[in-house]
């Protein structure tokens, strides 16, 4: 317990200060909230009569674990491995498990940050009322970021160098963001862009954040959205087992 | 008891083989130097020491452990430097002592472990900013801030300039005094004269020789013997110098003749490494 406090808090000062990395996953999703959010924020959704405010908010929040959990964490392990960090690391008597959990724990604690941030912004620039269903909230938090960190780590599996890092993992980020309808709602999208928007996992990350933030539902009345999510965490989490290394490449 | 046992290893990477067979056994406060080219592996065999890669067949014992299968009560004993500098770029010196010392049950103090490496003045400097000698040096810091009884020093001067890898070695030397028992590879020869107590020649996955730098330059290996007749040099390689000295200065002066340019060399560590090494 002291060990993985003690890694925590080197991981929490060691993304912090990777300057790039903090903004590419920390504050890229909220300047894309204030942006999107003054341009369409105050027009509606016909269907529904709801502002389009709060549903760019937990879209953005969507968007968050992706970039957060999933893209920043998995660029990181690249380099860190590709470095030697991580070879050296497991040569120290430090568990592998603790190291894991303690950087797991750290990508959870800045997702917070940045969804707490987005929600205060919302609530003071947009009029977005606070969200009701701040328990169901939070363990969709927590079961998203879970899910889309087991995703990073497995992806890290199938990376080879550092330098091709950013460009793979943006390459499978960024459209699936779009596609799942973080910034849009994909209802509108022609039929192929939705069929591949119904088997990704962000798709049903966003729906879930939708229901809980805009329309209250509880956690376990989106028990459908969940287990999606969840059985990606579970490939993520198989590949991350099978294909996870913590040695470079070349050595 | 010896701190590391080898025999017989072997190794290989698909049909290439790394490890032939070698074997050899460092004692307790040693300074052994593993030498050899680029790809004689050297670094396979430190890799299997450390843990980091599986063998195909002998033995290994570090600390009377097998590396393979070892847990984490071993790795509070053995400390390693790698062959590439591996830091966390964004961490100052002192802050990533201080990190790893925390892996340890009884960790040296971060603080004594920035002047054993010479970096008092760059303490709070980040990793990012330091010169490729000063990262080697942090390396090493981090290898010796659990304290270990073994440490595996991987090439630790290699790409230093001349100024850094004497720093290294007087670091090096430090260690020596400290009772570390350490395994370093190199393939510089003077390095490993400077460091090691022994020395095996590694080349092509096999040891071609073994020994004390003095042994390994003494004995065996032939004197060369270089004179000029005319315009032709000629030269000799004799294990009884003394007397094949005699016998050609004793005929030139029958003969009334200068041996020109006549001299006589012992094979220097450099030359007994380049005649084991030869393809």
Redo the contacts between chains.
């Keep these: 317990m002291k060990l993985l406090l003690h890694e925590f808090r080197a991981q929490q000062l060691l993304f912090w200060r990777n300057r790039e990395a903090a903004f590419f996953t920390f504050l890229l999703p909220v300047i894309f909230f204030l942006v999107f959010g003054s341009i369409y924020g105050n027009s509606t959704i016909t269907k529904e009569h709801l502002r389009a405010a709060p549903f760019l908010q937990a879209g953005m929040i969507g968007y968050g674990v992706a970039s957060t959990a999933f893209a920043g964490l998995a660029i990181s392990v690249v380099v860190r491995r590709e470095s030697g960090v991580l070879k050296r690391v497991r040569g120290t008597p430090l568990p592998p498990a603790v190291y894991v959990l303690a950087v797991l724990l750290s990508t959870f604690v800045v997702f917070l940050i940045e969804a707490t941030t987005i929600i205060v912004i919302g609530r003071v620039l947009f009029s977005v009322p606070l969200p009701d269903r701040l328990l169901s909230l939070f363990f969709a938090l927590v079961i998203g970021s879970a899910s889309f960190a087991a995703l990073g780590l497995g992806l890290t599996g199938f990376v080879r160098s550092a330098e091709g890092s950013s460009a793979v993992i943006n390459f499978v980020y960024l459209p699936m963001a779009l596609i799942s309808g973080t910034f849009f709602t994909p209802r509108d999208y022609p039929g192929f862009l939705r069929a591949i928007a119904d088997v990704l996992p962000l798709t049903y990350f966003t729906k879930l954040l939708r229901n809980v933030m805009v329309r209250d539902h509880h956690l376990w009345s989106e028990l459908g959205s969940l287990a999606v999510v969840a059985l990606w965490g579970v490939i993520g989490a198989i590949a991350a087992v099978y294909r996870f290394r913590w040695q470079p490449r070349d050595g | 008891m010896s701190t590391i046992v080898v025999r017989d290893l072997v190794k290989s990477y698909g049909s290439n083989e790394a490890l032939r067979g070698i074997g050899f056994t460092i004692e307790a406060g040693e300074v052994f130097g593993l030498l050899g080219p680029n790809g004689a592996g050297k670094?396979t065999t430190v890799?299997i020491l450390?843990?980091?890669r599986k063998r195909d067949g002998g033995t290994v014992e570090v600390l009377g452990a097998d590396p393979q299968t070892a847990g984490?009560?071993w790795?509070?004993q053995?400390g390693?430097v790698?062959?590439?500098?591996?830091?966390?770029?964004?961490?100052s010196v002192s802050?990533s002592l201080r990190?790893?010392a925390?892996?340890?049950?009884a960790p040296r103090d971060p603080d004594e472990v920035v002047e054993l490496i010479g970096l008092d003045e760059k303490r709070d400097a980040r990793a990012r900013t330091l010169s490729g000698g000063q990262k080697r040096r942090l390396d090493l810091g981090?290898a010796l801030v659990?304290d270990p009884t073994v440490l595996f020093l991987d090439e630790p001067t290699t790409g230093l300039d001349p100024g850094a890898r004497r720093a290294a070695w007087d670091t090096v030397r430090g260690l020596r005094a400290l009772g570390k028992t350490v395994l370093l590879t190199t393939h510089y020869l003077d390095e490993a004269e400077q460091l090691a107590d022994r020395v095996a020649v590694l080349t092509r996955g096999e040891i071609v020789s073994e020994g004390t730098p003095a042994e390994l330059t003494g004995g065996a290996v032939e004197t060369e013997i270089r004179y000029r007749v005319g315009s032709d040099e000629v030269v000799e390689r004799t294990s009884e110098p003394t007397r094949r000295l005699h016998e050609l200065t004793g005929e030139a002066l029958e003969r009334g003749e200068e041996l020109d340019a006549l001299e006589v060399r012992r094979p220097t560590l450099e030359d007994v490494y380049l005649e084991l090494t030869d393809e």
Excluded: D, H, M, W
């Design positions: 670094t890799e450390e843990g980091y984490s009560a790795r509070e053995v390693f790698l062959q590439s500098s591996s830091l966390y770029p964004n961490l802050e990190l790893f925390g892996y340890y049950a981090l659990g």
